[in-house]
């Protein structure tokens, strides 16, 4: 392991296993806790696929249903946070962003890049969350029409690794990604 107390190789391996989350269906980083807030102020948390991590842009991508609760929320408030255990690693990556929401022309791109066999997660009849008479009362659309991509602005990058000592240190892109030590 690289120096104990070096802010930038700590930086350097929580994007690493971000990164690593994007390539490798079996990295931890693949399946963040994604937590927004709703119109009505209730915090909200679920597993999403991560699609894309850009350390030179400072950002995570994330591919959502357009019709999805998510969307809606995001819509009234654009903050979330994506959290990612990686047992391997003993470390914990917590990710505040900014959410650009971006559908149709905008994403035609990505949506070329989507598996046949995945495109069924896009578009459903009736939207996503909507009550049901029973377990499959709903017809998937498969549809760019609501593929929808959620690009994650970060804002600030917290890393909590338990090992011994435990070490945790956040960075700011508003300080130039520069980090700080804190306790644990």
Known sequence: M???NDLGAFLDLGWQRLTRGVADRRA??????FATV?????????TVVLRGASRADGTVEVHTDGGSD?????????LA????????AKLQIRLSTSV???HGNAVVDRWQNVPDG?????????????P??????????????????LTCRIESIELMQLVDPHRRAVFKASAGWAGEWRVP
């Open 2 to 4: 690289s120096d104990h």
């Open 28 to 33: 931890a980083a693949r399946h963040p806790v």
């Open 38 to 46: 709703s119109p009505e102020g209730a915090p909200e948390a679920r």
């Open 70 to 78: 998510k969307v809606m929320s995001l819509r009234a408030n654009p």
């Open 81 to 88: 946070q994506l959290m990612i255990w990686d047992e391997k």
């Open 100 to 102: 650009d929401i971006s």
């Open 118 to 130: 995945s495109r069924i997660a896009y578009g459903a009849s009736p939207k996503p969350g909507t």
């Open 132 to 149: 049901i008479p029973s377990a499959a009362s709903y017809t998937k659309l498969a549809s760019l029409d609501w593929f929808t991509v």
